[in-house]
């Protein structure tokens, strides 16, 4: 059975009565997040006593959120099969959702990953809702207005992260079966949500742009009366599984409805009031409390939920006021007694010297300074630690926290044991990103667009195809089933310990339990194992062959040296034997020097010029004739 706008307006006030014990709970730990806290009315007409407001609580949430944060999710898909094809197509949706996730998380002023960190942290809930832009902005993309493409340009996902203090939602066994959120915006910012829908050319667009149409009749006819900064829209949005319907009206800065001009009329305005075109509710509300407590306020359990109950943060704020007080209120006391003639005080100089100036008949006694009351600061230690317990997750991210010489190993136990008590809301925050990664493939299967990524640097898949830089990768609905999507999530928070803590496992069980290398860099966080690998390999082979090279090369070298040496030695042992040689057997026939005395000095056609020889005179320059020849000028012989 369809209902009508009405009907879900009353279901929102119910809704409102339900959720306000919870409301109650998480408005007092904003108060302890900004923090804000003021004096009880008892202690306002007491002079002396300032305000002082613990900030524990508000550093342990957001350095909490910030490690929750730093890290982008890693998406898992399951393969179903072995199959090559498979692998690639798990790898791909993989991929394809890191990709539109990183891009969405940026959109905005902020981080939507620390939005639901801290939401997770804060108030034990986490809701987020998924917008299509290729659902949302017209099928022409010549028909884009300057906003609708400064939209698309942030990615094709919206995911915005609602305070849960304005979310309502029911839960069947089955699971979300509704979800309402109100929420207050400046005109400016409802014209420019809206106006996203303004053309697109489908009957929701039809009934946005008779809305905005409207709202801004509406600012026209009271921008005598405030500025447009001065004008917002308090807006409901309700969405089940049959029904979508968007209304608001135009209010002031405080909330208070604007009136149509000699009416008491409000200027209501009605964004959707139609079926639900979606065919699923684009929304993720996870929750990290029980089940089984009746009362809501008790089914969430936030960090800081014990300070709420107890009203610890409130007693600390208070003793933490009287105690560091003290100093100040002393300050402006008397510091002394004086006794004068004429009852009026003596002169005292506070400044350099402390001189005390007395007349005849004078005296003055200073007062015994009196030390801070040790028990109330006993009291202030106490009730710190009792609140470090529950709020301990701050040292996490502040290192600060921690003395100086404390031992890495006992530091990095302490961040373990932090971690360990936010298991639940890392969980809770892992869920909500699975339920985004879900969202966004219901809205591919829903407007037929697959998922594009762009792969910034080559990818390794599991089955061993390579993707080369720069690659378009496309998923679309073909690639999975509605009905068996196998997508999880992993968050890591990041601290100050994990680096040098994971690549000491890792090492570890490398060693140890000989695990694949690829599967501990999966573990850790890196992206394209296999790429990371395989280049590894080729720059690891590169090196090798250089190196090979360089030694051949050296080798060479080496050789060419020692053959030398041995050239060089030879020569000198030549030398040697010719100068240690007697003259006759240097001899050749007939008296002359042979070829062997001169070490074939003369080549193979010895000393005859005729017959291409080298002349005696330059084959042994210092030799004479007559040695040469065996025969003196007269023909004697030589004696």
Same mark, same amino acid.
């Given at each position: 059975?369809?209902?009508?706008?009405?009907?879900?307006?009353?279901?929102?006030?119910?809704?409102?009565?339900?959720?306000?014990?919870?409301?109650?709970?998480?408005?007092?730990?904003?108060?302890?997040?900004?923090?804000?806290?003021?004096?009880?009315?008892?202690?306002?007409?007491?002079?002396?006593?300032?305000?002082?407001?613990?900030?524990?609580?508000?550093?342990?949430?957001?350095?909490?959120?910030?490690?929750?944060?730093?890290?982008?999710?890693?998406?898992?898909?399951?393969?179903?099969?072995?199959?090559?094809?498979?692998?690639?197509?798990?790898?791909?949706?993989?991929?394809?959702?890191?990709?539109?996730?990183?891009?969405?998380?940026?959109?905005?002023?902020?981080?939507?990953?620390?939005?639901?960190?801290?939401?997770?942290?804060?108030?034990?809930?986490?809701?987020?809702?998924?917008?299509?832009? &290729?659902?949302?902005?017209?099928?022409?993309?010549?028909?884009?207005?300057?906003?609708?493409?400064?939209?698309?340009?942030?990615?094709?996902?919206?995911?915005?992260?609602?305070?849960?203090?304005?979310?309502?939602?029911?839960?069947?066994?089955?699971?979300?079966?509704?979800?309402?959120?109100?929420?207050?915006?400046?005109?400016?910012?409802?014209?420019?949500?809206?106006?996203?829908?303004?053309?697109?050319?489908?009957?929701?667009?039809?009934?946005?742009?008779?809305?905005?149409?409207?709202?801004?009749?509406?600012?026209?006819?009271?921008?005598?009366?405030?500025?447009?900064?001065?004008?917002?829209?308090?807006?409901?949005?309700?969405?089940?599984?049959?029904?979508?319907?968007?209304?608001?009206?135009?209010?002031?800065?405080?909330?208070?409805?604007?009136?149509?001009?000699?009416?008491?009329?409000?200027?209501?305005?009605?964004?959707?009031?139609?079926?639900?075109?979606?065919?699923?509710?684009?929304?993720?509300?996870?929750?990290?409390?029980?089940?089984?407590?009746?009362?809501?306020?008790?089914?969430?359990?936030?960090?800081?939920?014990?300070?709420?109950?107890?009203?610890?943060?409130?007693?600390?704020?208070?003793?933490?006021?009287?105690?560091?007080?003290?100093?100040?209120?002393?300050?402006?006391?008397?510091?002394?007694?004086?006794?004068?003639?004429?009852?009026?005080?003596?002169?005292?100089?506070?400044?350099?010297?402390?001189?005390?100036?007395?007349?005849?008949?004078?005296?003055?006694?200073?007062?015994?300074?009196?030390?801070?009351?040790?028990? &109330?600061?006993?009291?202030?230690?106490?009730?710190?630690?009792?609140?470090?317990?529950?709020?301990?997750?701050?040292?996490?991210?502040?290192?600060?926290?921690?003395?100086?010489?404390?031992?890495?190993?006992?530091?990095?136990?302490?961040?373990?044991?932090?971690?360990?008590?936010?298991?639940?809301?890392?969980?809770?925050? &892992?869920?909500?990103?699975?339920?985004?990664?879900?969202?966004?493939?219901?809205?591919?299967?829903?407007?037929?667009?697959?998922?594009?990524?762009?792969?910034?640097?080559?990818?390794?898949?599991?089955?061993?195809?390579?993707?080369?830089?720069?690659?378009?990768?496309?998923?679309?609905?073909?690639?999975?089933?509605?009905?068996?999507?196998?997508?999880?999530?992993?968050?890591?928070?990041?601290?100050?310990?994990?680096?040098?803590?994971?690549?000491?496992?890792?090492?570890?069980?490398?060693?140890?339990?000989?695990?694949?290398?690829?599967?501990?860099?999966?573990?850790?966080?890196?992206?394209?194992?296999?790429?990371?690998?395989?280049?590894?390999?080729?720059?690891?082979?590169?090196?090798?062959?250089?190196?090979?090279?360089?030694?051949?090369?050296?080798?060479?070298?080496?050789?060419?040296?020692?053959?030398?040496?041995?050239?060089?030695?030879?020569?000198?042992?030549?030398?040697?034997?010719?100068?240690?040689?007697?003259?006759?057997?240097?001899?050749? &026939?007939?008296?002359?020097?042979?070829?062997?005395?001169?070490?074939?000095?003369?080549?193979?056609?010895?000393?005859?010029?005729?017959?291409?020889?080298?002349?005696?005179?330059?084959?042994?320059?210092?030799?004479?004739?007559?040695?040469?020849?065996?025969?003196?000028?007269?023909?004697?012989?030589?004696?």
């Amino acid at each position: 059975m369809k209902h009508s706008i009405d009907w879900y307006q009353g279901l929102m006030d119910e809704l409102d009565e339900e959720f306000q014990p919870l409301v109650d709970m998480f408005d007092y730990i904003d108060d302890m997040i900004l923090p804000r806290w003021s004096l009880p009315d008892e202690f306002t007409h007491l002079t002396g006593i300032m305000s002082v407001v613990d900030t524990a609580p508000s550093d342990a949430i957001r350095s909490a959120a910030v490690a929750f944060s730093r890290n982008i999710p890693i998406f898992s898909v399951m393969p179903f099969t072995s199959d090559r094809n498979e692998y690639n197509r798990a790898q791909g949706l993989e991929d394809n959702l890191r990709y539109q996730f990183t891009r969405a998380n940026k959109r905005g002023n902020g981080s939507v990953m620390y939005d639901m960190a801290e939401s997770s942290l804060r108030y034990d809930t986490v809701a987020v809702r998924t917008d299509d832009l &290729a659902y949302i902005l017209p099928k022409n993309k010549k028909n884009w207005t300057p906003l609708q493409r400064q939209a698309w340009s942030h990615g094709r996902f919206i995911h915005t992260v609602y305070n849960p203090k304005n979310v309502r939602y029911l839960y069947s066994r089955m699971g979300l079966t509704m979800v309402g959120c109100v929420e207050t915006l400046r005109v400016t910012n409802a014209l420019s949500h809206w106006g996203l829908f303004e053309n697109n050319d489908t009957e929701e667009g039809k009934k946005v742009a008779q809305a905005l149409r409207d709202l801004r009749d509406a600012v026209d006819d009271n921008k005598d009366n405030f500025n447009l900064k001065d004008m917002y829209v308090t807006q409901t949005y309700v969405i089940d599984h049959e029904k979508l319907c968007v209304y608001g009206s135009l209010s002031d800065k405080d909330g208070n409805e604007i009136t149509r001009k000699n009416s008491s009329e409000a200027y209501q305005f009605v964004f959707a009031d139609q079926d639900n075109p979606y065919g699923f509710i684009n929304w993720s509300v996870r929750v990290a409390g029980s089940r089984l407590e009746d009362r809501i306020e008790y089914r969430v359990n936030p960090i800081l939920a014990p300070l709420y109950w107890s009203k610890s943060w409130d007693k600390i704020n208070l003793y933490k006021s009287v105690v560091f007080s003290e100093p100040f209120r002393r300050a402006r006391s008397p510091r002394g007694v004086s006794t004068t003639q004429t009852g009026e005080a003596v002169s005292v100089d506070y400044e350099e010297g402390g001189d005390v100036n007395l007349r005849v008949g004078e005296d003055y006694k200073p007062f015994t300074p009196l030390t801070l009351d040790q028990g &109330a600061i006993a009291i202030v230690s106490a009730l710190e630690a009792a609140q470090n317990r529950t709020t301990g997750a701050s040292v996490i991210g502040d290192t600060t926290k921690i003395d100086s010489r404390t031992p890495f190993a006992t530091f990095a136990a302490m961040v373990k044991v932090a971690l360990s008590r936010l298991d639940k809301q890392n969980e809770t925050l &892992a869920d909500t990103v699975t339920d985004t990664a879900c969202n966004m493939l219901y809205w591919v299967h829903k407007t037929d667009i697959p998922l594009t990524a762009y792969v910034e640097t080559a990818a390794q898949y599991r089955s061993g195809d390579r993707m080369e830089r720069g690659r378009k990768l496309e998923s679309g609905k073909y690639d999975f089933d509605l009905n068996e999507l196998g997508v999880s999530c992993r968050v890591t928070p990041s601290t100050p310990t994990d680096r040098m803590e994971q690549l000491n496992m890792a090492i570890l069980l490398s060693e140890k339990m000989n695990m694949p290398s690829s599967e501990l860099l999966q573990e850790m966080g890196y992206d394209n194992v296999g790429l990371s690998y395989q280049l590894w390999v080729e720059e690891f082979l590169k090196k090798a062959e250089v190196q090979a090279q360089a030694q051949a090369l050296a080798t060479k070298a080496q050789m060419q040296a020692q053959m030398e040496a041995q050239q060089a030695q030879q020569q000198e042992q030549q030398a040697q034997q010719q100068q240690a040689m007697p003259p006759e057997a240097a001899l050749g &026939a007939g008296g002359g020097m042979s070829n062997a005395a001169f070490g074939n000095m003369g080549g193979s056609q010895g000393f005859n010029p005729a017959f291409g020889g080298t002349p005696p005179a330059l084959g042994a320059p210092s030799m004479t004739r007559e040695t040469v020849t065996g025969q003196p000028r007269n023909g004697n012989g030589v004696r």
